[in-house]
């Protein structure tokens, strides 16, 4: 079992954790956006693989813990990032439709998430090997991230990529400010 469980960690080890790009990057801001994006497709196969694991071993356990503690303490950051600091210097551009159905997709991936929550709390906690049901609900979750993610990347991070220095700055202090708090050490 352990050759079959390995690759569940090693997707979520120290260089998925420690990627996080600091204030001296030309476009801090959509640095941190893009290495979020990539944790995001990472974690998400994470959890795919745990849900089609099969056994209550040590390495399904810590692999479900830390996804359950991505989804819920790291990306709660960089939906806020996106929603309370991005969408209000972007809401006048062309892009409006874009920031309102980007709203809504978030709100359809927590419901997801939610879902899938006292699943990876009970392999967490090593309750026993991934329920069945868990690998109908993954997939739900999995299949409402890739087009949110293209969504953002096609429509939003290029006006990023040209906003003003004024607003990126304060966009920066923000983002800066939500992983300087208490859960802030695990990276979103
Ligand atoms: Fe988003
Ligand atoms: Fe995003």
Sequence with gaps: MGRRVLPIIAAGGPAVRFERPDGEAPNAPLALLRACHRRIRLFTEMAG????????????????????????????????????????????????????????????????????????QALGRRQGAPDRGLAGLTARMAALWEPHLA???REIFPLVETMEQEPRDAVWREMRARRARVGGATAA
């Design 151 to 153: 969504l953002e990347e």
């Design 49 to 120: 693989r745990i849900a089609a694991a099969t056994a209550d071993d040590a390495a399904v356990a810590e692999a479900a813990a830390a996804v359950e503690r991505y989804f819920f303490v790291a990306l709660p950051k960089h939906v806020a990032d996106e929603e309370e600091s991005l969408a209000p210097r972007l809401g006048r551009t062309p892009c409006a439709a874009a920031l309102s159905e980007m709203a809504g997709q978030h709100r359809r991936i927590e419901e997801a998430l939610d879902t899938l929550r006292p699943h990876w």
